[in-house]
């Protein structure tokens, strides 16, 4: 077969499904059946005896690689079963095409085809093709026979009215910056839940050593509960089922949640009590690693997602994850810009920002700002008997001493070498006092490292607004200024 997909040229829309369905892995119809088990709401049933009057409305068969059906649902293909061919279930399938279609399904055995064939009647037929493991290549054909050519070009405009939301979600997402990026992936569930009717949309992340999982953000429909409160940090280990499917990468389609099998209990029971009737949960990570998954219930009624809809969820979870990345990688960068690497407190250029900001809020508010420049005495002296791996310690310790002093709303940052600077604001001069007493005190206590122990001790310069000064350089300047004296008296 030279050309896998021969004629019907734009008659023919094609999807591959790898998702697993775990209601229904056996045929998805029997013969006489009005209905079947995946019927997506939008209806993919309709009479086709236009093409040919005996031919129901939803059929199953295996055949062989040359088309003869082997095997009807309902039993074996009876008499004269080696002269009946799927081209005479299916007679808007010609023998050309359906041998194309085989050797697609050859060259990715463990996808299911879904393609739908519009007839010049105006019915739409819906077909499902799969490769059967025998000795000799067999293939599960499973067909529907669609409403009308209008059910068919609704399910083909919501189709391509996702894709259009995909494509606006990504440019938003790509665009978003950091603080945004939370309410944006909410607005982007709401979308999607609105645009497919279901009920409930949200989004759960795995902790970095997948023991637990956290619903991160959550949609609902209006009359329908929220259930992110109750489902924080959620040990993984609870629902067994499940995270084994989400871990492997595989989406998890449950039409019927009632029907669940014995082996998801636990998952059966949780998804009844939230009322859920339909899920369709989708995975996302990188190839050796998921993060996490994107699930939409249905509370009001059951319903079915079709493959190439399925396909586009999945498109959206890795959005979302590399949306993440993005935001990690952005907030990394940020922290080296502004934090030491050694101590892990802020930096010169945070400091900056910081007392900008004081300065501002002091100005405003009326109230005083202290700028306290701290320096290690005799710190050379450790670097150059000890060497800079103990002196790093010791930096990191006394780092560690002032954060710990400081209150919340203050800064302590490290302007480089063995100098810090707290900013606080304070409402009396006696507060100063005080905060630097207790600065004091936290180098009280001997360093004991490596078998050594170490007395800190610092010099203090301070500087007051508006007293001192306006700006952060003339602040920094008294404080500086004192500290050398204060280090000249100790030399002297």
Not at 141 to 164: C, N, P, T
Not at 394 to 412: E, G, H, Q, W
Request: glycine share 8%; aromatic share 6%; hydrophobic share 45%.
């Amino acid at each position: 077969m030279s050309d896998p997909l021969p004629a019907h040229g734009d008659r023919l829309a094609l999807a591959f499904a790898r998702t697993r369905d775990i209601l229904h892995p056996q045929p998805l119809a029997k013969a006489g059946s009005q209905t079947m088990p995946n019927r997506p709401d939008t209806g993919d049933i309709a009479d086709h005896g236009a093409a040919k009057e005996s031919m129901p409305a939803a059929c199953g068969c295996v055949v062989d690689g040359g088309g003869r059906v082997v095997e009807l649902d309902g039993g074996e293909a009876g008499s004269g079963s080696s002269s009946r061919r799927i081209t005479d279930l299916v007679p808007v399938l010609d023998a050309a095409t359906f041998a194309g279609l085989c050797a697609a399904v050859d060259a990715a055995p463990a996808c299911v085809l879904r393609i739908d064939i519009p007839s010049p009647g105006g019915s739409v037929t819906a077909l499902r093709l799969s490769r059967i493991d025998a000795p000799a290549p067999r293939y599960r054909v499973d067909v529907e026979q669609a409403d009308s050519r209008a059910g068919y070009r609704e399910r083909l405009e919501q189709r391509l009215a996702f894709e259009r939301l995909i494509a606006a979600l990504s440019t938003e997402l790509i665009h978003a910056p950091s603080e945004r990026l939370d309410g944006l992936i909410e607005q982007a569930l709401g979308r999607i839940g609105r645009e497919f009717s279901v009920d409930r949309a949200y989004l759960f992340r795995f902790s970095a050593d997948h023991c637990t999982q956290s619903n991160t953000h959550e949609w609902v429909e209006e009359g329908i509960s929220r259930e992110a409160e109750h489902l924080q940090d959620v040990p993984m280990s609870h629902f067994p089922w499940l995270m084994e499917e989400m871990l492997a990468g595989r989406a998890v389609h449950v039409p019927v949640v009632a029907a669940l099998p014995d082996v998801a209990a636990t998952e059966r029971g949780e998804f009844i009590r939230e009322g859920i009737r339909s899920l369709v949960l989708v995975p996302f990570g990188s190839a050796d690693r998921m993060e996490g998954f994107i699930g939409f219930d249905s509370v009001r009624r059951e319903r079915h997602w079709a493959p190439d809809i399925l396909l586009g969820l999945q498109l959206v979870g890795q959005m979302f994850f590399n949306a993440f990345r993005a935001q990690e990688m952005a907030e990394r960068l940020t922290r080296l810009a502004f934090h030491d690497p050694l101590t892990g407190m802020g930096n010169r250029r945070f400091l900056g920002e910081r007392l900008s900001d004081a300065l501002e809020r002091s100005q405003r508010e009326q109230l005083k700002l202290a700028v306290i420049l701290i320096d290690l005495d005799d710190f050379k002296l450790v670097n150059d008997s000890y060497g800079h791996s103990l002196g790093d310690d010791i930096l990191k310790t006394a780092a560690s001493r002032l954060s710990d002093t400081v209150r919340m709303p203050d800064t302590v940052a490290r302007l480089g070498g063995d100098e810090f600077v707290v900013v606080a604001e304070v409402d009396r001069v006696d507060a100063v006092s005080q905060l630097v007493e207790r600065l004091f005190e936290a180098m009280l206590e001997p360093v004991q490292l490596r078998g050594v122990t170490f007395a800190l001790r610092m010099s203090v310069g301070i500087a007051l607004f508006p007293d001192d000064g306006a700006t952060a350089e003339t602040l920094l300047r008294p404080g500086t200024d004192a500290v050398l004296a204060a280090l000249d008296a100790l030399a002297s």
